[in-house]
């Protein structure tokens, strides 16, 4: 059962749920910066993340239906609707980037969910799922949205990415500060120091995924593989170090 839509505006409108949104707000702006040109989609609750993307062509909250929907701000052709996990109102690459938050958790069929993620993205596109880590703090405490639903490791993001056809491209993880409210104010020395002495110790990973090909049917109805364009948007590479902030998204590999 997915935590109601009030719990969620709960709870990022309180301390912990502040630090989550700037953490998170720090990688995604490394990865995707201001979405110039794009059109953005965040599902499940990504409406404290989406107003990052000023450079947008068209911004889209989809909220499940489990969750039940807010009224987000709507500015020219951004909207907010509510969804089926297994059925989305979008045509074919209707997105050039999708961004999940507490999407995967708690969704009945994480595959299906995603299934139609591919579906709705451009050939070019990309996507960043952010889930709670399995070795966290934060997938431990009922108090928080991370506590609910199932937890992921790095190695199972990606096995799920690879199974609806995309390739892992890039990855992080954040909020090694302790969901515990006497620590909060000491969060950023936390994290940098929690980086590298407790990798292990993360609430949040986010994981990049894309097409690196798709097919194109010949009239005698035989598939070639062709590479993917490039992005319109050419994001700040993955490997690149955020200044004041610590890590970007680190390129993605076979070993975690």
Request: with cysteine; glycine share 10%.
């Amino acid at each position: 059962m997915r935590r109601s839509i009030d719990e969620l505006r709960t709870f990022y409108g309180e301390p912990a749920g502040a630090l989550v949104r700037r953490l998170l707000a720090r990688r995604l702006d490394d990865a995707w910066g201001e979405g110039v040109g794009c059109d953005v989609l965040g599902v499940g609750y990504a409406t404290p993340w989406l107003d990052a993307f000023v450079g947008a062509r068209r911004v889209v909250a989809a909220m499940p239906g489990g969750q039940g929907v807010e009224q987000w701000p709507v500015v020219g052709r951004n909207r907010t609707l509510l969804i089926d996990d297994r059925r989305w109102p979008f045509a074919a690459g209707a997105f050039d980037r999708i961004l999940l938050v507490h999407a995967l958790e708690e969704a009945d069929d994480p595959h299906a969910l995603l299934t139609e993620a591919v579906r709705a993205l451009a050939p070019a596109g990309r996507i960043i799922l952010a889930a709670a880590a399995r070795g966290g703090l934060w997938a431990r405490v009922e108090a928080t949205p991370f506590g609910h639903g199932r937890p992921f490791t790095r190695r199972q993001l990606e096995q799920l990415v690879r199974a609806v056809g995309l390739e892992p491209t890039a990855w992080t993880q954040t909020l090694y500060t302790p969901p515990w409210a006497p620590l909060l104010p000491l969060s950023d020395g936390i994290e940098q120091v929690g980086k590298h002495v407790l990798p292990g110790a993360a609430g949040l990973i986010l994981l990049e995924a894309s097409r690196h090909a798709y097919a194109r049917i010949r009239p005698q109805g035989h598939a070639q593989r062709l590479p993917v364009m490039a992005p319109a948007l050419a994001p700040r590479p993955a490997t690149q170090t955020a200044s004041g902030d610590g890590d970007a998204l680190d390129t993605a590999s076979e070993h975690p």
